[in-house]
């Protein structure tokens, strides 16, 4: 006999069977489960069910504390970002930074001028070293002296004024991410400045090159062992706003002379003596360098204090207390530079190709640099 839809009442007579089994199986393994469950139940159980059903939720801090005791480790606190510098968008702003880099023959970059200087100030705060502290092995002195070593061996291998100033921020990157050995201190210098090279110069001096400079205290192999350990500790963050690349721009835009570029120069490379400068912008300290060294020009053909504090370079992104925050720290690592034990900057702007500015009756008779000479924190 066939079924109402043409199937044999036996065929059909087996689906509901199986169907039947199949249902008594599945209830029979859920209660299973269940039963199962039951003696998982506990207080905390228990207690999350209670909170739930009364709609309170746990807070953060409880959480907090349960992963404290689990011995989850806890995400570090973010540091803040720090604030962008933005340059204000003008269409004289834009041709003058336009000539200046079709004069510094960058022509093919000339039409992205203003990009390239807007991007450049917008991370300048990125780069000052705030709260900027030496290691525990190593005093103020030491490191004045390493840099005195950097001048030297800087000048010997005529190596561009970029390079230096990147090996010295990448020898402080390096001391402010950790502890330094003092009988490493040389070798790491050394491998800053061989680093900076790779990075500014066009051919770069060899390790037993260096190694010679160090009196062959350390090998080839020690050197490339700290290259290795300075990359890590970086990151391979190696690149930031050199003030030489600001300066050479401003300097083009502002039409400066020869003997205020130099005078600016010499600011900035007695700046590196010291930690003071550390906290400041490189754009600021480029700033404030170019600016003091136009009035040092000026007081040298005007004699007149009072014109000299209204003189700014042709455009300005920083105030006059920022510029003045910046002079003092200048002037007195440039008057003090003639009786200082480590004389090497001294030395180097003293000779004719550097237009001997570090001896000019400029800098030796400033009256301006004079007022510079008291505490600046005062």
Known sequence: MAGPEGRPWTLLLLQRAVLSVGASFVGQTVSRVEEKREPLKSKSNEGRSTEKASGKKKGLESYEKEAEKRGCPQALPEAPLPRERVVPASLALAHELSQAMLRMDMALEREYAFDIFSNLMRKQPSYALQGFDLPRSVTVEMRALLVDWLVQVHEYLNLADETLHLAVHLMNCYMRAGRVRIPRLQLLSATCLFLACKLEEHTCPEPAQLCVM?????????????????????????????????????????????????????????????????????????????????????????????????????????????????????????????????????????????????????????????????????
């Open 214 to 378: 160090m009196e062959n205290s350390c090998s080839r192999k020690d050197l490339l062992q700290m290259e290795r350990k300075i990359l890590a500790r970086l990151r391979f963050e190696l690149h930031y706003a050199n003030p030489i690349h600001l300066f050479r721009l401003l300097a083009e835009v502002d039409h400066c002379t020869l003997e205020v570029q130099f005078l600016a120069l010499y600011f900035l490379e007695a700046s590196l003596m010291g930690v003071d400068c550390l906290r400041f912008e490189p754009a600021q300290l480029s700033f404030a360098a170019l600016s003091l060294a136009h009035r040092l020009w000026r007081e040298a053909r005007i004699q007149d204090l009072d014109a000299l504090q209204e003189y700014f370079p042709k455009f300005h992104l920083y105030s006059e207390a920022e510029l003045l925050a910046v002079f003092p720290y200048m002037a007195k690592a440039v008057l003090q530079g003639a009786n200082a034990s480590l004389r090497a900057i001294f030395l180097k702007y003293s000779r004719p190709q550097k237009l001997c500015v570090s001896t000019s009756p400029t800098v030796a008779a400033s009256k301006l640099l004079s007022r510079f000479l008291g505490d600046p924190n005062q």
